[in-house]
């Protein structure tokens, strides 16, 4: 009996290990036609490399759901979000490859995102001579935003809809 028990096991072990990684990312049904129109298949890759895999809400505020998805520059390997707006044929890119804020462009840093839903947010701010660290400054926000962030250096910053253009808001050292 004893025997029995341990290959029984392995096998469990074995089944809950291969369901795990072999679990895909259902995205909504839109967005992989949107990419290829868009023409972004060839140069970025839908790559989960954070939970959740996408957000979605009304990042800019024309009253229909956009799609934030975490993406891979093929060329660079460089990580980064992209952010298609499910009304219009537009997308922005932020990192993977294009500079973004302080976020720069790459972010391989970050370690975790998430909706950031608060009216208001602060915004660090550094000396422009010495680079230090001068305070901090309290943005108003209109819209829903994107947060980003590196846990172990307790730094990121947010993604948001100035009404004209994203911007980022530095949050951290």
């Given amino acids: 009996m004893i025997t029995l028990k341990k290959p029984l096991l392995c096998a469990a072990l074995f089944l809950i290990a291969t369901t795990a990684f072999s679990q895909t990312t259902t995205y ?5 036609p949107r990419m290829k ?6 140069q970025y890759e839908l790559t989960p490399f954070l939970k959740p895999a996408y957000l979605q809400d009304d990042f800019n505020g024309d009253g229909v759901p956009d799609i934030a998805v975490l993406v891979i520059e093929r060329s ?3 990580k980064g979000i992209l ?27 970050a370690d975790t995102w998430s909706l950031y839903k608060e009216k ?54």
């Fill in 76 to 78: 660079t390997q460089k």
């Fill in 28 to 32: 909504p049904s839109w967005l992989k």
């Fill in 120 to 173: 208001s947010a602060y915004a660090t701010q550094f000396d422009k001579k010495s680079g230090d660290v001068k305070g901090g400054k309290q943005v108003p926000l209109n819209r829903h935003c994107i947060y980003i962030v590196s846990r172990e250096e307790a730094s990121g910053g947010l993604i948001y809809w100035t009404g004209k253009k994203y911007s980022w808001i530095h949050q951290g050292d």
């Fill in 37 to 42: 129109a868009l023409k972004l298949n060839g």
């Fill in 83 to 109: 952010l298609i707006q499910k009304k219009k044929s537009h997308c922005e890119v932020f990192g993977a490859g294009n500079s973004f804020g302080k976020g720069s462009d790459d972010f391989a840093w």
